[in-house]
């Protein structure tokens, strides 16, 4: 019994003594409050130095000064202590300007806001195919022979019904080409199992959108105009995804094909 109260004891004055922080003055000669020079003898050129020791105000001071004496618009992008702002990012246009009323930008990385661009992007591209597709599909019925008519929303199950293997062409051709976005856009496996959350991001190097596929050559040379074409694109992609669902909602209710 002894012995177990004397180990209770000694367990609880360790713990105690782990949390009894020691008493530290920060002193610092880098902070030199005062500077003397021994002016009686002018052979001497010894210099006294004297440091005092800093309060809480004062070091408070002195860290606020450090921050505000680089300033973080002068820090090149990218590079340690630059500050990243999504309102200064690419994609924002008349007549909204940086427009984002659900939140979704607020306190996020640079990393976080290029999954959300390279996400409008391709969704923008999607739509703009996609109202193509509405279009010529209800405007213009010549594919398999005629046999699919009435709504574009049912089309897909009419080809699927002529042609039980359709599906598996239209999921093919979207694995190869979100595969391949994979491989060139996306993070190696090794450096996501490197992440807090082990969650995938784009490339450092990947700019979203870009997938090196330009077959007619109308990539512009010069980067004014590059981010011109950039703009126009993703203003049709938005203005694509709200017309598309459009015209999924009003042919849903009226079972009527629009053009």
Request: glycine residues 6%; negative net charge.
């Given at each position: 019994?002894?012995?177990?109260?004397?180990?209770?004891?000694?367990?609880?004055?360790?713990?105690?003594?782990?949390?009894?922080?020691?008493?530290?003055?920060?002193?610092?000669?880098?902070?030199?409050?005062?500077?003397?020079?021994?002016?009686?003898?002018?052979?001497?050129?010894?210099?006294?130095?004297?440091?005092?020791?800093?309060?809480?105000?004062?070091?408070?001071?002195?860290?606020?000064?450090?921050?505000?004496?680089?300033?973080?618009?002068?820090?090149?992008?990218?590079?340690?202590?630059?500050?990243?702002?999504?309102?200064?990012?690419?994609?924002?246009?008349?007549?909204?300007?940086?427009?984002?009323?659900?939140?979704?930008?607020?306190?996020?990385?640079?990393?976080?806001?290029?999954?959300?661009?390279?996400?409008?992007?391709?969704?923008?591209?999607?739509?703009?195919?996609?109202?193509?597709?509405?279009?010529?599909?209800?405007?213009?019925?010549?594919?398999?022979?005629?046999?699919?008519t009435g709504p574009a929303i049912y089309q897909f199950q009419q080809a699927d019904a002529i042609y039980p293997n359709f599906w598996l062409l239209v999921t093919w051709a979207i694995a190869m080409i979100e595969g391949q976005t994979i491989i060139t856009a996306w993070q190696p496996l090794e450096e996501t199992l490197k992440e807090p959350l082990g969650v995938a991001k784009l490339s450092k190097t990947h700019i979203p959108g870009d997938l090196k596929f330009d077959p007619l050559n109308l990539k512009p040379k010069n980067e004014k105009d590059l981010k011109q074409l950039k703009l126009k694109e993703i203003n049709n992609g938005r203005l694509a995804m709200i017309g598309v669902v459009g015209i999924v909602v009003q042919e849903l209710v009226s079972g009527q094909v629009i053009f």
């Open positions: 019994m002894f012995i177990k109260c004397f180990a209770l004891l000694i367990a609880v004055l360790t713990v105690c003594n782990a949390f009894n922080l020691p008493r530290v003055s920060i002193r610092s000669n880098k902070f030199i409050r005062s500077t003397e020079v021994d002016t009686t003898t002018p052979t001497d050129s010894t210099t006294t130095q004297t440091v005092q020791d800093l309060n809480l105000d004062q070091m408070f001071d002195v860290f606020e000064k450090a921050d505000t004496t680089i300033p973080a618009s002068s820090i090149p992008k990218g590079q340690p202590g630059s500050v990243f702002k999504p309102k200064d990012a690419f994609g924002s246009s008349g007549p909204f300007g940086f427009f984002d009323p659900a939140g979704f930008t607020i306190d996020i990385n640079e990393d976080q806001f290029k999954l959300y661009q390279e996400a409008e992007i391709k969704h923008g591209r999607v739509s703009m195919i996609a109202f193509l597709g509405l279009v010529f599909g209800e405007a213009f019925p010549i594919f398999f022979n005629g046999e699919i």
